[in-house]
């Protein structure tokens, strides 16, 4: 086959595989259409490997190994994603973002080592998606070993932020001095250099945040992700890498704006402030007590309610009960009760953490609404089921202002007539701050695991008729 045909068959197989990702990403964003949406932008992934494996001209012992990695990387996130839980969800993307960011490095390090002739362009786009990977992959490591619990602590000192500053301006440095061929007879030191002050930057920025940002840190590297991709396209005159990475990197870039917004709090105080750990976050001590309530007097209050609004966090995802919560809704709405849940933004460990727990358990879209969509029918509801979430319905955020979560938009759970309150204990959330709904007049502890607990609840409702 002539060169230009296989050039115009590959960009053309391209541009479909493109085309492919973006209608992919337009459909993940709705909870109806997002499995197609998977779909659709897996076949486009299959296309743009198959054009590269057909024409990319390499012999046959390298084609080969290309696709036993392949296989063997397909066999390795088949397995995995079908034995992970739903609360390990987080740490497991937060590790194959890392992936990805690591696999771009990866291309940007074979560039800079081989020494072939490149443009000066070339050259700065391969050695700025070389270290915007390089960070990604070693932020998403410590990401991961945060979430997964590998790494308890978060690692603050005094001038922490200009030790990142020196680490960052050494990196840039060196890759100035890469780039422009000072020091060439020393290349490959240099380009070694180079990237270990990259993966060193992104250790060094992950440690200091917070077991509460992780959400919002896990986002912005899959941002960082998809731009070091598209750099790295254009290394390689690859199109679909250009528009997948420009794709991704721009989703990911919204997304981690509209959890900071969701939050009340800019990405750089994400990145640079210390809120998100326990030992720092405490936003003063909350007056009153929490008052207790057996699951048999709960169960009658929810069996004659009009109106029930569910507001599921972490611990019913930790506890897995949204099997149970589903089987309690089922109930209640046989007994005439009309029932909704409320998801906040950041809910849980991850974006959308909530809707996939719920829509697991069979749960339909229809009675799932986020906070812009369900805060003003709080009012009216008799009961507000609160399971397993803390900060996202913390009344602190819109009443004091001491409180790290100060103006934090928050579901109006405070606003029902009565609140149920599903806990472990009485100790504090994730953030480390108190939570003033707890101890409020139409408040009701339901101390005990979730998944008990709801259970509790199905046979109270079925006993009140």
Not at 28 to 55: E, H, K, N, Q
Not at 185 to 198: I, R, T
Not at 223 to 251: H, P, Q, R, Y
Not at 310 to 316: A, R, T
Request: no cysteine; net charge neutral.
């Amino acid at each position: 086959m002539p060169a230009s045909t296989i050039q115009t068959v590959t960009q053309l197989s391209y541009l479909i595989a493109a085309a492919l990702f973006i209608l992919g990403l337009k459909r993940m964003s709705s909870p109806v259409t997002a499995v197609s949406g998977v779909r659709w932008a897996g076949i486009g992934m299959v296309l743009a490997t198959a054009a590269t494996l057909a024409f990319m001209g390499a012999s046959p012992l390298n084609l080969m190994l290309v696709i036993a990695a392949i296989a063997l990387g397909s066999i390795v996130a088949w397995i995995s994603g079908k034995r992970v839980a739903m609360t390990d969800m987080p740490q497991m993307i937060a590790l194959y973002n890392g992936m990805g960011g690591g696999a771009a490095a990866a291309i940007a390090a074979v560039e800079l080592y081989s020494g072939n002739e490149h443009n000066l362009v070339h050259l700065i786009m391969a050695a700025v998606g070389g270290f915007i990977g390089a960070v990604s992959f070693s932020g998403s490591l410590i990401a991961f070993a945060k979430l997964q619990g590998l790494i308890t602590k978060s690692v603050r000192f005094g001038g922490q932020k200009f030790l990142n500053l020196a680490i960052l301006l050494i990196a840039a440095g060196f890759g100035f001095m890469v780039v422009s061929g000072t020091g060439a007879q020393s290349g490959l030191p240099l380009v070694s250099l180079f990237f270990a002050f990259a993966l060193i930057l992104g250790v060094a920025m992950t440690l200091p945040i917070g077991g509460a940002d992780m959400p919002v840190v896990i986002s912005l590297y899959n941002a960082l992700t998809g731009l070091a991709v598209g750099f790295e396209g254009f290394v390689l005159d690859n199109a679909a890498m250009i528009i997948a990475g420009t794709v991704v990197g721009s989703a990911g870039t919204l997304l981690t704006q509209l959890m900071a917004k969701a939050m009340n709090r800019s990405l750089g105080n994400v990145l640079f402030s210390n809120f998100g750990e326990s030992s720092s976050a405490s936003g003063g001590a909350v007056t009153g007590s929490q008052k207790a309530i057996e699951a048999s007097d709960a169960g009658v209050m929810m069996a004659y309610s009009q109106k029930i609004i569910v507001v599921p966090g972490y611990g019913l995802a930790v506890a897995q009960a949204q099997h149970k919560v589903w089987e309690l809704t089922q109930l209640l709405i046989d007994h005439g009760v009309k029932v909704r849940f409320a998801i906040h933004p950041v809910a849980g460990r991850m974006p959308g953490h909530m809707n996939v727990l719920l829509a697991e358990a069979g749960v339909p879209y229809d009675l799932i609404s986020d906070l812009d969509e369900i805060n003003a029918e709080f009012e009216t509801a008799d009961v507000a089921l609160i399971i397993g979430a803390n900060d996202v319905v913390n009344p602190d955020a819109r009443t004091n202002k001491s409180s790290p979560i100060y103006g934090m938009p928050i579901l109006n759970a405070d606003k029902a007539k009565n609140v149920i309150v599903i806990k472990r204990g009485q100790g504090q959330g994730f953030s480390g701050i108190d939570n003033a709904l707890f101890v409020l007049d139409q408040t009701r502890m339901l101390y005990g695991d979730a998944q008990a607990a709801v259970s509790q609840l199905i046979q109270a409702v079925k006993a009140a008729g």
